[in-house]
């Protein structure tokens, strides 16, 4: 079976949750509770709240996502 597509999102971390999980609010203003990729955890990549992330979420559970890339502000 081929894998399923998922959804590629934005959206902005609004708070930090134990288990290193986030609370986002999407561009759309939907929230949703997200988690990190295993390479973003592998690379001890940091997300702290305000930053600005891309999600990918399954077409089957739209209330968590994973956090796939954090946007750099300059």
Not at 33 to 43: C, F, I, L, S
Not at 49 to 72: M, N, Q, T, W
Request: charged letters at 30%.
């Amino acid at each position: 079976m081929a894998k399923e597509e998922l959804i590629e999102m934005r959206g902005v971390v609004s708070e930090v949750l134990p288990d290193s999980r986030y609370r986002v609010t999407l561009e759309n203003g939907h929230s949703l509770v997200a988690y990190t990729a295993g390479k973003m955890r592998k690379n001890h990549i940091r997300v702290l709240a305000g930053d600005r992330v891309s999600l990918e979420l399954s077409p089957y559970d739209l209330s968590k996502a994973r956090i796939s890339f954090r946007h750099l502000d300059r």
